[in-house]
């Protein structure tokens, strides 16, 4: 199983950046695919998640509106659109996958650094 993040990077305050999750080694479509972070000093947050299955999405509360996750079947690749970016929004971004129906994580990337500079 690879899970890869990318497409972390220094961006300022109101700009945008996409993340992608590159994934093999499994059914894509029997899983859900999970964006989370984690900025310095502060624990592990669930950002959204996707459902390859039935196409259901989660936002946490503090992304809604801004952010967007999509997938593309044919690359077993879920992506991670992040509008309106704010530098509370610094944080190592990874991503996970579960067996639709589970609640553990299995799978995890090793993330991607996104900083936002006011």
């Known amino acids: 199983v690879r899970i890869v993040e990318s497409g972390g990077g220094v961006v300022q305050a109101g700009g945008s950046l996409r993340l992608s999750c590159a994934t093999s080694?499994?059914?894509?479509?029997?899983?859900?695919i999970g964006w989370f972070r984690q900025a310095p000093g502060k624990e592990r947050e669930a950002v959204s998640c996707?459902?390859?299955?039935?196409?259901?999405?989660y936002y946490a509360d503090s992304v809604k509106g801004r952010f967007t996750t999509s997938s593309d079947n044919a690359k077993n690749t879920v992506y991670l659109q992040m509008n309106s970016l704010k530098p509370d929004d610094t944080a190592i971004y990874y991503c996970?996958?579960?067996?639709?129906?589970?609640?553990?994580?299995?799978?995890w990337g090793h993330g991607t650094q996104v900083t936002v500079s006011s």
């Open positions: 996970a996958a579960r067996r639709a129906g589970y609640t553990r994580y299995d799978y």
């Open positions: 080694g499994f059914t894509f479509g029997d899983y859900t």
């Open positions: 996707l459902s390859n299955r039935d196409g259901i999405r």
